[in-house]
Nanobody, 123 residues
């Protein structure tokens, strides 16, 4: 399985973006897809995740209520709808695959990663 992230761009504060992460192969119901982000000079941090089978979701507190993660099983794609974007959301966003619970947030637990997509939010 390979993951391909897309949808990043440069927007103004308050705008919205939708990121997509397409899988090249089937995703099993026991797997979870997560979104992470990494700003310059900072560690990669968890943003949101979704279990492929149950659709259970989990969000970092910093994005709760603004971001929404979803998945389309027919397209083997997970989405991250980002609303009310803030300058502090600026980062490279990555999607990743984990065999396990969506409540696992440590990047080291995710074994398959897509390439990043840049999100830049200006004030």
């Amino acid at each position: 399985v390979q993951l391909q992230a897309s949808g990043g761009g440069s927007v103004q504060a308050g705008d919205s973006l939708r990121l997509s992460c397409a899988s090249s192969g089937r995703i099993f119901s026991s797997s979870s897809l997560g979104w992470f982000r990494q700003a310059p000079g900072k560690d990669r941090e968890f943003v949101a995740s979704i279990n492929w089978g149950s659709r259970s979701t989990f969000y970092d507190q910093s994005v709760k209520g603004r971001f929404a993660i979803s998945r389309d099983t027919a397209k083997n794609t997970v989405y991250l709808q980002m609303n009310s974007l803030r300058p502090e959301d600026t980062a490279v966003y990555y999607c990743a695959l984990l065999t396990g619970s969506p409540y696992i947030t440590g990047p080291a637990n995710y074994k398959i990663w897509g390439q990043g997509t840049q999100v830049t939010v200006s004030s």
